[in-house]
């Protein structure tokens, strides 16, 4: 049934190309104004071609090569269950290579691997994360993160009022970048916002402490995410206070539920951490732990699909 | 954030081996061609459709290989129009991430996907 097969054939492809215009609709606008064409790259893909039985010649000058090939489901399955391999392989290897990295003296990574984790940790992550967000750095991106105790959400708030780890204690003043409150309300937001803070150095940026006025709120409540490699975790926290001390010899500080959900102080992590902006402007990314091991799990899975 | 994002080489080796101008897993094609009889016509329209699709996917394959930094994929893309051979582009490409990513593989895994998995399954059926 030869017209079936053609039939087939343009119906396959008709259906691809629809799911693909509708996933990639951002990019065919954006083409289109920078006057780029899917056929830019038309004999890339003729040339790719022509080692495959659709290059019409190929395919009938070489019937005894086409019979040899096996053409089994077990064999396309097998297939599959490679590629599944190597997007674990890879992502492992993305994890060793953060491993290694934090390892590292406090500060920052070479620019060109600095671009890369930023990528692949974006696509793990699922979420833009950057070490520079709006011409913002810190001084460093890689560093120990120690243990900071909670904050008073709001005038009067005490230790007690805190549902979880008040074996770490309360800071004794507010935090730097003031209460978590929202128009005076203590809201689920409030809440999770000091659940989930890390202090940063803001103090000793090297423009603090001329331009403090616009950096200070520009800092508050700002999104970033930790990166645990050795325990495979990562949580979303905002910045809520300054801080720690140079002297103390860590770069960063993490409230006790960061510190406890993100392992951040497990025999194997030890503190050492990577700390990145989160490019949240919608304020959609939620605030709390994320394992970056089910993440690569539903990745490797994906792969082979 | 102008920069180009390169992708070390941080990827197990034999994964970041250049496309020399075929596929790592051709069987399929060659599945396909012997379900539709090796049918010259019928060859022709799957390479135009699947070129089409292909050709679609090496680009979002490329914005996504140059991240943020859409600038350096735009002049990439039109360094790539400029030039009128195929193998000439395909270097270019190769030039661009060689020893460096998984690119090539990354198009093949979605061409596969996207395309050609399904293809072979509705012309399977359709023989039974």
Redesign the interface.
């Known amino acids: 049934?030869?017209s079936?097969?053609?039939k087939?054939?343009?119906?396959?492809?008709e259906?691809?190309?629809q799911?693909?215009d509708e996933k990639?609709q951002d990019?065919i606008v954006?083409?289109k104004s920078?006057?780029?064409?899917?056929?830019?790259?038309?004999?890339?893909?003729?040339?790719?071609?022509?080692?495959?039985?659709?290059?019409?010649a190929v395919?009938?000058n070489s019937?005894d090569?086409?019979l040899a090939?096996?053409?089994t489901h077990a064999?396309?399955n097998n297939?599959n269950d490679l590629?599944a391999v190597?997007s674990q392989?890879?992502h492992d290897?993305?994890m060793?290579?953060l491993e290694s990295i934090v390892q590292m003296p406090p500060g920052h990574m070479e620019?060109?691997?600095e671009?890369?984790l930023?990528?692949q940790l974006?696509e793990i992550l699922n979420f833009?994360v950057?070490v520079?967000l709006e011409g913002q750095r810190l001084n460093h991106s890689i560093g120990i993160m120690g243990g900071e105790q909670h904050l008073f959400r709001f005038p009067g708030d005490s230790l007690a009022q805190h549902d979880a780890y008040q074996e770490a204690g309360i800071a004794p003043n507010r935090g730097a970048f003031g209460w978590f409150t929202e128009g005076g309300e203590l809201t689920e937001k409030a809440i999770a916002r000091e659940k989930y803070y890390f202090a940063v150095q803001t103090l000793y940026l090297e423009n603090w402490n001329t331009e403090h006025q616009t950096l200070k709120p520009w800092y508050k409540f700002r999104k970033m995410v930790v990166i645990n490699p050795a325990e495979k975790v990562a949580v979303v926290a905002v910045v809520g206070d300054a801080g720690p001390a140079a002297w103390v010899q860590k770069q960063f500080g993490g409230s006790p539920e960061v510190i406890r959900e993100g392992k951040i102080w497990s025999p194997k992590s030890r503190g050492r951490v990577l700390l990145l902006f989160v490019d949240d402007p919608d304020d959609k990314i939620p605030l709390g732990p994320i394992s970056l091991e089910a993440t690569t799990q539903m990745l490797a899975e994906a792969?082979g699909? | 954030?102008n920069?180009?994002?390169?992708?070390?080489s941080?990827?197990?080796k034999e994964?970041i081996k250049p496309?020399i101008?075929?596929?790592e897993?051709?069987?399929?094609?060659?599945?396909?061609?012997?379900?539709?009889?090796?049918?010259?016509y019928?060859?022709?329209?799957?390479?135009e459709?699947?070129?089409?699709?292909?050709?679609?996917i090496?680009?979002?394959n490329?914005?996504t290989a140059f991240?943020?930094n859409?600038k350096g994929f735009?002049a990439f893309?039109?360094e790539?129009?400029a030039?009128?051979?195929?193998?000439e582009?395909?270097q270019m490409?190769n030039e661009k991430f060689k020893g460096k990513s998984?690119f090539w593989?990354a198009v093949e895994?979605d061409l596969?996907?996207?395309?050609l998995?399904?293809?072979?399954e509705?012309?399977e059926k359709?023989?039974r």
């Open positions: 049934m030869p079936d097969k053609i087939i054939i343009r119906q396959v492809c259906d691809a190309k799911r693909f990639h990019l954006w083409m920078n006057d780029i064409s899917f056929s830019d790259v038309r004999l890339v893909s003729q040339q790719l071609l022509a080692a495959t039985s659709f290059a019409g395919a009938l019937p090569e086409m090939v096996p053409q064999q396309e297939e590629l190597v392989e890879e290897e993305i060793n290579k620019k060109e691997t671009l890369y930023e990528q974006s833009e950057t520079e792969g699909n | 954030m920069q180009e994002k390169t992708q070390p941080i990827v197990s994964n496309f101008a075929e596929f897993n051709k069987e399929i094609f060659f599945d396909i061609a012997e379900i539709v009889d090796n049918n010259e019928y060859l022709g329209v799957l390479r459709m699947v070129g089409e699709y292909l050709d679609k090496i680009v979002v490329l914005k991240g943020k859409r735009a893309m039109h790539l129009a030039i009128s051979d195929g193998t582009k395909v490409i998984l593989t895994l596969h996907e996207e395309l998995d399904e293809l072979l509705d012309l359709a023989s």
